[in-house]
């Protein structure tokens, strides 16, 4: 159980273009499901907190308009690069809080994205 | 959330019980210590956690003193499969709505066959 799956899980776009990446629980839900941000030999960052039904929350330096997330139901959460640079170019991974559980996070294999 | 501290790198000898050290001087009566664990290029895999107790699982052990201001991982038979990064956070338990997770650098397990 408690399984999270991410799509796609590796990307290649162009300059400027917008990237969607899925993030799904298969087995659970989640009310909660979070984003982050891993560049080489560096560790997990946090971007977003994801809450369905409503505005996401962001971290600070993390540009909302540029990094857009909808959880519009408790087993899905988007997350869409928009106008991607070579600098967004990373490991991108989210985590699903299960409804009612007690923090134990599961994290998605990760979506390596790499804009040219 | 307290902050932890990890050696940067550890080696074991496969087969031999690995004991990872982490030390959260600063952590308060509502925190708990948690182990994930990113092995290269993938997501990070929950391990265990725990409060004051020592806990056990499939997976491992965790040893917390008695102060609660450091505790120790343990792969009781480590094998090659185990080398990974394992990150020691300390974090309050809530149900419902929590704080995403802040990762340190961890302590890199290289598992020698």
């Known amino acids: 159980g408690a399984v999270v799956s991410q799509h796609p899980s590796w990307v290649i776009c162009k300059s400027g273009t917008s990237v969607k990446i899925e993030c799904r629980s298969l087995d659970f839900q989640a009310t909660t499901m979070f984003w982050y941000r891993q560049f080489p030999k560096q560790s997990l960052m946090l971007m977003a907190t994801?809450?369905?039904?409503?505005?996401?929350?962001?971290e600070q330096g993390v540009e909302k308009d540029k990094f857009l997330i909808n959880h519009a139901s408790l087993t899905l959460s988007t997350l869409t690069v928009t106008s991607a640079h070579p600098e967004d170019s990373s490991f991108y991974i989210c985590?699903?809080?299960?409804?009612?559980?007690?923090?134990?996070?599961?994290f998605g294999p990760g979506t390596r994205l790499t804009v040219l | 959330d307290a902050k932890t501290t990890q050696p940067p790198s550890m080696d074991c000898a496969e087969g031999r019980a690995a004991n990872l050290p982490c030390n959260h001087s600063?952590?308060?009566?509502?925190?708990?210590v948690y182990w994930y664990r990113q092995i290269h290029s993938q997501g990070p895999q929950y391990i265990i956690h725990g409060l004051k107790n020592n806990e056990t699982n499939e997976m491992a052990s965790l040893i917390i003193t008695e102060d609660r201001k450091s505790s120790t991982l343990i792969l009781p038979h480590a094998t090659l499969r185990d080398t990974a990064v394992y990150y020691c956070i300390a974090l309050r338990r809530m149900g419902g709505g929590a704080d995403g997770l802040t990762f340190g650098k961890g302590t890199h397990l290289i598992i020698q066959p």
């Open positions: 994801s809450n369905e039904g409503s505005k996401a929350t962001y």
């Open positions: 600063t952590i308060s009566g509502n925190e708990y």
């Open positions: 985590s699903a809080l299960q409804t009612g559980g007690y923090n134990e996070q599961f």
